[in-house]
């Protein structure tokens, strides 16, 4: 850290966003495709509804993960733009 300011590690956020994606891409090809029902004699019906709750939790798990990824990309995106932004306005104020 700057003593009167911040830094970003740009790279270190990319590679977090990358690392959660391909982490949310993993777990979506091991769960699809979606086992068929168990055939669990008369616990079939419960087994089949804790399957079907499995699979949307999954499901949910990876949106939240692919969220988080697209939100770190969009925050590295905005401390660039704030940097950018904060150079023009040092340049303008010293006149060069």
Same mark, same amino acid.
């Given at each position: 850290?700057?003593?009167?300011?911040?830094?970003?590690?740009? +790279?270190?956020?990319?590679?977090?966003?990358?690392?959660l994606r391909e982490g949310a891409s993993a777990l979506d090809d091991a769960a699809n495709p979606v086992p068929p029902a168990p055939n669990a004699g008369s616990s079939s019906a419960k087994a089949g509804e804790t399957l079907a709750l499995?699979?949307?939790?999954t499901a949910?798990?990876?949106?939240?993960?692919?969220?988080?990824?697209?939100?770190?990309?969009?925050? +590295?995106?905005?401390?660039?733009?704030?940097?950018n932004q904060a150079d023009v306005d040092l340049r303008r104020a010293g006149g060069g």
């Open positions: 850290m700057m003593a009167n300011g911040f830094t970003v590690d740009s +790279d270190g956020l990319c590679a977090l966003a990358s690392q499995i699979v949307q939790a949910g798990l990876i949106a939240g993960v692919e969220d988080i990824a697209s939100k770190i990309h969009l925050s +590295d995106g905005s401390y660039g733009a704030t940097d």
